[in-house]
């Protein structure tokens, strides 16, 4: 055979992955004693980056491993955040029954959405999806006596752990750290797995999916769920974290925030996405005040700015994402 | 019979492009299907794996009638597709390409055995599918067909585009198969390679067999090769 080489030849996969590793650890560890340099507000905008961080990655196993873009994943991620919410209040704030209500009812709330959503494709799950969001988000506002209403749901007690609540914003950062950690090795886990594989399958091809004999739907149903629940982990984080659950966390907003996020960082990486996270949120709630309220603007010309400069996001400075 | 088909129609919406092919096609048996641009042969293959509607008529594999079926219930009952421009999956590695299409039914194809006898991929297993050559992924489309452990083989044009060495290796896959008891439906333009490996020949015409006789017939009669495809 007279193949030509080609010119660029990526790094194995166990070189990339032994680089890696490295580089997360060395994250981890500058995450975890943040807390012990920097002052309480900036710890709990750190805390929040982690909570939209873990959010951002489910929305990219939808966007970026199998091609779903969804504009009303808050939707789960607010269910999780209330669920959560107000188990703390009237069951018990013990870790870790608030993540795995929140994470629960995250994956109920897709389960019992996600049979529509997971036979179509583009626009239309753009569509489909931004509709579910809005209804949540309706639910959201007039389900008073459980949520609160527009006032939101308020009063929520600390997280405890063997009965000891995390009383301050380090405790808490800890502990968002420790949850969002593991939500990330979930995602990354089941993106480097076959069935992530298939996942890609279907973003890149999915009739030939199927003519392999894949039944595809079940493959997005079943994403469709999984990203669900890994919302509302992160939205029983985003609790732990503020204390209090508004309509806010539930709109059309969050969702487009979070979607951006994913673009701007490089859809498929799932890192990229915890980057495009952060930036949202430092525009958005760190620097917002002293940016005159103009924080929106600014994230609106970063994302032209990278739709034209970095197609594949701030990840493909990187070399390749999947 | 392994694959049987009666009386299909089927189409793009409203507009039908088959209408009423009848096929028979053995185990080890392997048919070339000939015809002029447009006459609908890939509309019979998608049709085949469920990739375009059926409007009416009845395929059976192995007396398990598929016709309406999804295209993975098809995949599953043994119908893989060899698509026409390979269609492979560019951000995916050669050895992910054949761990997806390894899972879907067991049988004698393995992944080793695969390779042994496409060692070109073996080399190539940790590249991305999308940097392969156009030779090296036509093997690679083969070679997930294969995997599904078929019954029946639809290959659509599997020589477009390609070097004669290439072609000649497909050739040598072709007639693997049919000594493992997979019926193969062979479209394509390269005559010599249809000549090659085909039993028989079929030519479509306006969405119809309209010929069919074995191969070596089919060679000894240039004048109907000439009224049927314009070439002699």
């Known amino acids: 055979m007279t193949a030509v080489e080609p010119s660029v030849v990526p790094a194995t996969p166990a070189a990339r992955r032994g680089y890696g590793r490295w580089v997360a650890i060395a994250v981890l560890v500058v995450l975890a004693a943040a807390p012990l340099f920097l002052a309480p507000f900036a710890t709990s905008t750190l805390s929040r980056v982690l909570v939209f961080a873990l959010f951002a990655v489910s929305l990219d196993l939808l966007v970026g491993v199998t091609g779903l873009p969804s504009l009303g994943h808050a939707a789960y991620f607010g269910s999780g955040a209330y669920a959560a919410g107000w188990t703390s209040i009237h069951v018990t704030a013990e870790a870790p029954v608030p993540l795995l209500v929140g994470a629960g009812v995250g994956a109920l709330a897709a389960a019992s959405t996600g049979w529509i959503t997971a036979r179509s494709a583009g626009v239309f799950f753009l569509m489909l999806t931004l509709a579910i969001g809005e209804l949540v988000g309706q639910v959201a506002n007039t389900w008073e006596s459980v949520t609160g209403g527009a006032n939101g749901l308020t009063g929520v007690p600390a997280v405890r752990i063997a009965g000891q609540p995390l009383a301050n914003a380090g405790f808490t950062h800890w502990y968002v750290l420790l949850v969002a950690a593991l939500g990330f090795a979930l995602v990354w886990t089941v993106a480097r797995s076959p069935f992530g594989d298939a996942l890609r399958g279907i973003r890149d091809n999915e009739p030939r999916m199927r003519a392999l004999g894949y039944s595809t739907s079940l493959y997005k149903y079943a994403v469709f769920v999984l990203a669900g629940g890994v919302a509302g982990m992160a939205g029983s984080l985003l609790v732990a974290q503020q204390r209090l659950v508004s309509t806010a966390d539930v709109g059309f907003l969050i969702s487009s925030l979070m979607l951006l996020a994913v673009v701007i960082g490089g859809a498929g990486s799932l890192w990229g996405a915890c980057l495009g996270a952060a930036l949202v949120v430092v525009v958005r709630d760190a620097l917002g005040p002293t940016l005159d309220g103009h924080g929106p603007l600014v994230l609106g010309i970063v994302f032209v700015a990278v739709v034209y400069l970095l197609p594949r996001g701030a990840a493909g400075l990187l070399g390749r994402t999947r | ?232």
């Open chain 2, 1 to 232: 019979m392994t694959l049987s088909v009666r009386g299909l129609v089927s189409g793009y919406d409203r507009s039908a492009v088959l209408g009423g092919v009848d096929l028979d096609l053995a185990s080890g048996a392997t048919l070339a299907l000939l015809g002029r641009n447009g006459a609908g042969k890939s509309t019979l293959v998608m049709t085949l794996a469920g990739l375009v509607p059926v409007t009416s008529g009845s395929i059976t594999v192995d007396g398990v009638e598929l016709a309406g079926r999804r295209a993975d219930v098809i995949a599953r009952a043994g119908v893989a597709l060899v698509p026409q421009g390979r269609r492979v999956w560019s951000t995916l590695t050669v050895g992910e390409h054949l761990a997806l299409a390894s899972r879907s039914r067991k049988g004698t194809w393995t992944v080793d055995g695969i390779l042994d006898l496409l060692p070109r991929l073996r080399e190539r297993r940790r590249q991305l599918a999308g940097q392969l050559s156009g030779g090296e992924q036509q093997m690679l489309a083969v070679a997930r067909a294969l995997l599904t452990n078929p019954r029946v083989v639809l290959l659509d044009e599997p020589s477009d585009g390609l070097a004669p060495a290439i072609v000649e290796q497909i050739a040598a896959v072709v007639t693997t198969m049919r000594s493992e008891g997979v019926a193969v439906l062979l479209v394509e333009q390269d005559l010599h390679l249809a000549f090659g490996v085909a039993d028989e020949v079929a030519v479509m015409a306006r969405g119809e067999i309209v010929h069919r006789v074995p191969t070596a017939e089919f060679r000894r009669d240039p004048d109907t090769a000439q009224r049927l495809l314009g070439v002699a």
